[in-house]
């Protein structure tokens, strides 16, 4: 992966599953990465209602990681992947929806040098198959970080 930041979005609107596959990703890269070990991570935010967080992990492949799977609201978007972005974060996984402002908050990072790459976020009928889905494209989210 080259030197510059990258954000890394998936787009999709309400209850599509995108929280859903940024937790599964979280729970892949701790698993991938960490080996169970607790400080080399942080989780800044978490919404007990909605599932929602925002997480740091420290070192993977010596980058540092954001995952903020707040996407439904463009203050939120803004506010956390700012608080990520502060953080030093090299890779952002984040979430918007498909259109409106919550694109506009995630394409106002590439002023501050991260490039933005927005993936269609996979849905399937079937809670059983959705959950495959997820998992799938939360693995080919670590690949397009070459993670």
């Known amino acids: 992966m080259n030197n ?29 990465y960490k080996n169970g070990l607790s400080d080399d991570y942080v989780q800044l935010f978490v919404d007990a209602y909605n599932y929602d967080f925002v997480g740091v992990i420290t070192d993977v492949e010596g980058h540092k990681i954001g995952i903020n799977s707040r996407g439904d609201d463009f203050n939120w978007i803004e506010r956390w992947n700012k608080k990520l972005a502060d953080n030093n974060c090299d890779i952002i996984f984040c979430a918007c929806h498909q259109r409106g402002k919550t694109i506009d908050a995630i394409k106002a990072f590439e002023k501050i040098g991260y490039k933005v790459v927005f993936i ?19 693995e080919e989210l670590l690949q397009q970080a070459n993670l």
């Open 4 to 32: 510059k930041k990258k954000i890394f979005c998936l787009q999709g609107e309400q209850k599509r599953g995108k929280t859903s596959t940024l937790i599964k990703l979280w729970e892949i890269i701790l698993a991938k």
């Open 120 to 138: 269609p976020k996979e849905i399937i009928e079937g809670e059983k198959k959705q959950e495959q889905i997820n998992k799938k494209q939360a």
